[in-house]
Every structure is written in C-alpha cells, then in structure tokens.
C-alpha cells in the first residue's frame, strides 16, 4: 500500500526491528482525516504482523504531533450523519488491536484526537516542546476518541477536569509531573531516545512483552482483581518456555541472555 498522509520505514540492527511511523500532512498540523487514519491503521496493522519488528514508534513532526480531528470534516456533520458515519470510530480504534508495543514520541501540538491517540499508544516520550490538551470544549463538543475516559487515568481527576474544563494545554514538564508521558527529552534528541527505548525492548523476550502489554492494559480496563488472576496464570505459563530457562540461566551465569524470542 502507498501512502500520503504518513510515511513508514524501518529502523534498527538487531534480529527484530523497530517500525516507524510519521503523521505527514504538515500544513494542517498533522490533523487527523479519514484517510490518515486508515493509513495508520494499515500501517499498524503491517508491521504487527510482520516478525521481523519488534516495537512501533509513532511520532509528529516538530511543530505537531497532530493537531486533533480534522475540523473541516467534521464541521458540516449533524447528529444524524455523525452517528450512522461513526465519525471517529472505525478507524480510530485500530491502534488498539496491535499485540506489539507502540511507542508515541511527540513534539509539538498533541490536541484532541492527537492527544487521544498519543494515549492510545502504550506510553509516551516528549520532547521537550511538547503540548498535551483536549480543546474540544472550544469547539462547541467534547473528546470522542477517549479524552474523558483516558486523561483522569493518565493524571487524575483534578488535572483532567482542568485541562477538559478550560481547555488549557500542558506543557511537557506537567504532563510529565501529571503522568501522561513516562520522559521528557531534548526535542532534538527525540526520536533517537525512542528508538533506543525500541531497541532495548526488542532485545527482550517477544512473549514477556508481549504479556506485559496485554496485563498493564488490563489494569485499566477491567476489575483489578480479574487482572491479577490473568497475569498469575500468564506468569505461570511463561515458565513453558526456553526463554524463561535462557533468562535465568543466563542470570545465574552472570552472562547476557540469548532469548530466542519464540
Ligand atoms: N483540523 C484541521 N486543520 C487544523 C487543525 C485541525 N484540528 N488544527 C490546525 N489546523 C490547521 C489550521 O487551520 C491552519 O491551516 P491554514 O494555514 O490553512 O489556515 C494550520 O493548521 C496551522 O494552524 P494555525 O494557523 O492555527 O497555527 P497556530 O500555531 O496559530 O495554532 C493550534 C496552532 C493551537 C494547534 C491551532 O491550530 C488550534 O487550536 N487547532 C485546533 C486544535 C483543536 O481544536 N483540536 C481538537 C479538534 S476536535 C477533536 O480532535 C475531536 C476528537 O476528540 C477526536
């Protein structure tokens, strides 16, 4: 498939790779169309698929991640044509089913939709220039692709009814306080940091990481309880594989392991 709105390539020496992905459609901010989507989502969906990669970097340009929802597409809907379109959900959700760990490196504008889909991702480095917020308010709607549901996870109830209320944006060092990005960098040092983090996991066992992804979604999306008993049952199952016997043995060896990620 050939692209417009974002362009891929792939990064890394290793055994498994790192796949990136640029939002490109820089003179609206990197908004995010219909079409962008679909692109994402195919993007995803390739190098989710694909064993020669490990981890998936998503990341904007300088001056934006994305801007949100594109608006011109969205300014002449009417409920009816929102609802039987599903305007921003299809296509939206695609991230969601991807098994390998997606990394979000943002600078610049995260707002709306963008600031939904950095959370989407599995966590986020910024660069120092970054701005997280949720302006819907200011548009006359509110957050459609999570926003409500995502930010107070992220960063409590306080600081998310602040930035949705009054629609204010965050700079880097807040949402780094708050704890919706896990870093902040240099913004020139950006990229190279999230593709070092790629490059570290990549080097782990696929299933561990695999694993790891799954539960700590959980933890958010279901009951704690039924969480813990799916992440015993995983743990447990780990110990079937020769990467759990490579890991420890190569501990007890003082060695680097050689995990063959199955
Ligand atoms: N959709 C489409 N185009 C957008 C856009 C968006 N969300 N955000 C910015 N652009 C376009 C602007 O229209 C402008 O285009 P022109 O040059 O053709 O006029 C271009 O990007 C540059 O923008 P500005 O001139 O406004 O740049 P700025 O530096 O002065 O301001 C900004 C930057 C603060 C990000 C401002 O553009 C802005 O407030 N954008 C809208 C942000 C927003 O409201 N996002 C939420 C959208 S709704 C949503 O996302 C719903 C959801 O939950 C999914």
């Known amino acids: 498939m050939t692209y417009e709105c974002i362009i891929t390539a792939v990064h890394g020496e290793g055994e498994r790779k790192t796949g990136l992905i640029t939002l490109n459609r820089p003179k609206q901010l990197n908004a995010l169309n219909d079409q962008l989507m679909d692109e994402l989502g195919a993007a995803l969906l390739a190098f989710d698929a694909d064993d020669g990669i490990g981890c998936i970097v998503l990341t904007g340009s300088e001056r934006a991640f994305a801007a949100g929802a594109d608006i011109p597409t969205m300014a002449p809907h009417n409920f009816m044509s929102a609802f039987k379109s599903g305007l921003i959900s299809k296509n939206w959700e695609t991230i969601l089913q991807v098994r390998k760990p997606v990394i979000a490196a943002v600078a610049g504008f995260a707002l709306g939709g963008g600031c939904e889909l950095a ?17 819907e308010i200011k548009l006359g709607i509110i957050p459609g692709a999570g926003g409500t549901q995502r930010l107070p996870r992220a960063v409590g109830k306080s600081k998310a009814m602040d930035v949705l209320l009054t ?5 880097a060092t807040e949402a780094e306080r708050g704890g919706l990005v896990s870093r902040v960098v240099a913004a020139d040092k950006l990229l190279e940091e999230a593709l070092a983090a790629a490059e570290q996991i990549n080097g782990f066992s696929a299933p561990s990481v695999a694993l790891i992804k799954e539960l700590v979604n959980r933890s958010f999306e279901g009951p704690l309880l039924d969480a813990v008993a799916v992440e015993r049952r995983y743990f447990h199952a780990l110990f079937g594989t020769d990467d759990q016997r490579e890991g420890m043995d190569a501990f007890l060896a003082k ?3 050689n995990f063959k990620h199955q």
Do not use: E, T, V, Y
């Not at 629609?167 to 700079?171: E, L, Q, T, V």
């Open 255 to 257: 060695r680097k392991p």
């Open 167 to 171: 629609a204010r944006m965050m700079d």
């Open 119 to 135: 959370m989407m991702c599995d966590f986020i480095i910024a660069a120092d220039s970054a701005k997280f917020g949720q302006p």
